[in-house]
């Protein structure tokens, strides 16, 4: 099967919560505005940003739900399946085909870890069946659950068993192992680059261009200004903006990453989506005065998503 | 709250399935009287040996229930209720609880990694209280989830906090720690030995008393015989014992490991459990004939847990 | 101090061996001719492509020497004077100094393994004292060191400590901690881009300016080609260099790297430099045969070094 | 070849520095009679402990003497000779077997990082063939040089091939494959315990007879006791002096370990042995204060090595 490709930047969005825990799917509408009026694509759920693994599987149904009827025009709706249970991430590709999600994706399950190639493609193989009309991701981020496995070896692997395999969501260091994918079979997968840090080297090192990004959710029009600047040939503009990226970037990582730390920056940008789940630490209010401050420090109030 | 302290030896089952994949419960009763038979003491069920995390809810509260109908007398059922969803492992506790479970026990979530201590206390803490009449277990097993933190200090932080905190099923190389989690705050908490190969050493150090085993499910006999030499004084034998859980140990390394190679083994003896479910790679016949040979070689058929 | 910064490729030499194992410092002025030739603009000797941790210090002295007495004109000598015994590394620095390289270098002590920047800044500085009219470099190789530590923080620390720190060869993944390194304090050091994998993503990044290469040894045209390419404007043509620099890597991964496999292919275009020291396994008669065979394939021996 | 194995605990010797930094050989002679005193057997030297490769070479042949001249009767010298430059190595060993050292140890190199057994059997190989008369020990400590190989696989490999392969100085957690390498070829190799948190359960899982310590340079009399203990039958006395010796080591583990906290304990029980070489962090004049407190908390001066 031959899939579009995408371009552009999909947002992994964040999932609200209620002050009681539950699932708060009211911001979803607003939000997915505000994503595509700072130049976002698309959106894929229930992937790490959004806590999907701390979420029931009727939780993640109904998010994928609520995303599909507030998607803004030409907005693709992608859903992150993966799960330790590949039975539970059959039933939700099957439901995100069902609804007419876009695409779907899941990450290598964090247990049992996956140390060999065969038992990876087994994995996506179930999966993407379950699915068999959808374009199946495979999402590359072996920090989070360890299967550090070499990725052209992979597409190797894939190619002829998946019919529906259309590439790979790639979070990791390697820019020339990512180049590598984006050649293998004459460019025949759909590589999207997945590391906010290191867009520009990866548009300049061949021709990246679909991503998805984690920061994107508060710091969109940069990160949309480094492609846009790069395919008009400015190249100064584009490293200015990479660099702003990086400095929201090392923000966050003083508060414990996007996903803990990010999450408040919606806040602190006017669109309030609550705690993380349990084991995640919250960002104290001290915490989240700093915060404030360290981003102000760096305007970013003035650089970043608007409503 | 004080608790019995679990003495002898606790089998971690596996989990039966079907040809189609469906959780099988009829070999259940017969299991529970093989193991009693053998001398275990009680289950340990949707752990890693039983493939707990790659279960639906559903498929897990079915076989807790069955296990609780089918057990020997004076035979306990402890539910790992760990999961990557705090909600689902609320819910499973609460249902142990409400089958009469003797306990519950949960390892760190996979995913996200845990790297703090008080990250992991919020994690037991918010379990532990859904099923407040049991004694909850932390299983500590940081090679499958990462969770690498110091133990004792582990227990000063909950020693306060969580009301129903038994002690730690420890599936971890370290004899020392084990043994200075056990003298902690005057032997309060029951430590657990999670490692079959080192029975007979954590014996020594200090006096374990109880464990959980995973290569008892086959090999049950010879390292509950390693715990009666012991007491009885016959350190000859307790070796010669330990000496053998390791041969047998041995071999299934050879085959991708306990829940891989030592599930096949169950069907070797009499008890077919079938396969594992996908990511693992099941044991292939030309692969179940040499995994007999080698069991042959040292004569395991006449030494193994017998029905 | 301020020193020149390095602009182009410095080439990290093997260390010839004669068939007894002694060092051989006869193909050392050809060697130097080929690598000028082909447009490096200096060499690190006694690296890790040098096995310089496997020399004796009379040895590293002696290297240091002959590379010195052949050195082309506008030719750099850079000596890595790191060891794990300081005074050693003293010395060597010393002796740098007298024979008037260029500059110095020296990567984190494999043992013991350093784990804070401090025991960091002590090493360098102490080295780096012993020749303190040379620039000296920080070789960043965490992979094979350990030393995974933040090279900001780093930087930071050494700023107002040591006066002749020059900058950092950067041989590690991170294109967005390389980069924040050279925005660093105004771009004030030299941050020498360390891994031929990426050399054209780093120049899109932020201008770096200068390298150290490994593969430059037999593929320095290649390497050389990126940087001339991107500076004219021609994206295309640093593109394919980059890609067939990737290339000929892909083949030396499969023959134990750069400091075995690599070495060989020296042999293949003319300059055997003799076998590796234990405990590297050298290349058989047989594996040469098919890394011959695999590099005909991408038709290597058209575009590599010529002498 | 065919050597007498060990019998009780061996001592790794810390080495003395003069406060300008040169090595101080005038405490050896006092070091070494107080080391017998407190019942131990010998020393290894140059090792870990003592900062051997942190040392020249000559430093370290000088070293080798003073403890030769030194030697109370009886009483074993161990030199340990590896390093990353195996004709430094050789160097080492040669002149060990011609002052008549007992023996001498290898551990794997730091550099390059070792990662296959043919590489280590290389290794071990030439460094024992320098020394043909002396047995020959392989210090297996992977955490400091990241050779974690199988150590069963080991001994098969070396068996034939180093005739004066004597044994293994194993530091590592797995007490099991310990175990598994003493009973290998019908317990033909010397099997040296090297990790004084496990002495007891080592003693019991197997039979160890010998070993080698790094805290017996203060606290010796107490391991000696829990093998004296053990032997005699007394296991209630060899649990609590191998508790106390836990409590010792978790003191030194709050001052940087053994190395660090470890060689200042010296200058408190009465023999000050100077600093520790760059880049390790000496203990302040403040952390010696509280390393005293803590020391006498648990009543430690009553109970170390006496003069």
């Known amino acids: 099967m031959v899939f579009e490709k995408i371009k552009g930047l999909i947002d992994a969005p964040f999932t609200p919560f209620s002050p009681n825990g539950d ?17 976002l694509r698309g959106v894929f759920v229930n992937g790490s940003s959004g806590e999907g693994y701390m979420l029931t599987s009727e939780e ?11 998607l803004p025009e030409c907005f693709k709706l992608i859903v992150h399946v993966g799960s330790c249970c590949l039975r539970e991430s059959q039933r939700l590709a099957s439901h995100a085909q069902s609804i007419e999600a ?25 999966i993407a069946s379950a699915a068999p009309r959808l374009p199946f991701y495979y999402y590359h981020i072996p920090a989070f659950n360890g299967a550090f496995l070499p990725m052209v070896d992979f597409l190797r692997a894939v190619e002829k068993r998946i019919p529906n395999f259309a590439g790979i969501k790639y979070t990791y260091e390697s820019i020339y192992e990512y180049n590598q994918c984006r050649l293998y079979a004459g460019g025949k997968f759909d590589m999207l680059h997945g590391q906010d840090e290191t867009l520009l080297p990866s548009l300049a090192m061949g ?10 959710n ?12 790069w395919q008009r040939g400015d190249l100064q503009e584009a490293r200015r903006l990479q660099n702003y990226a990086q400095e929201v970037i090392n923000v966050i990582c003083r508060f414990r990453g996007n996903i803990v730390g990010g999450k408040r920056i919606m806040k602190l940008i006017g669109l309030n989506l609550g705690a993380n789940r349990t084991p995640f630490l919250n960002i104290t209010p001290e915490e989240e005065q700093r915060l404030k401050q360290e981003l102000e420090q760096i305007d970013f109030f003035h650089q970043c998503n608007t409503f």
Chains 1, 2, 3, 4 share one sequence.
């Open 23 to 39: 699932v708060d799917l009211t911001p979803i509408p607003a939000y997915a505005r505000m994503l595509a009026k700072n130049g």
């Open 60 to 70: 993640r149904t109904r998010l994928a739900e609520a995303w599909r009827n507030a």
């Open 102 to 126: 876009w695409g779907i994706g899941a990450m290598a399950p964090p247990f049992p870890k996956i140390s060999r190639i065969e038992e990876l493609v087994c994995y996506c193989e179930e």
């Open 207 to 216: 021709g990246a261009q679909g991503g998805i990004g984690g920061t994107t």
């Open 218 to 229: 508060y710091n969109g029009r940069c990160l949309v200004g480094i492609i846009e600047a």
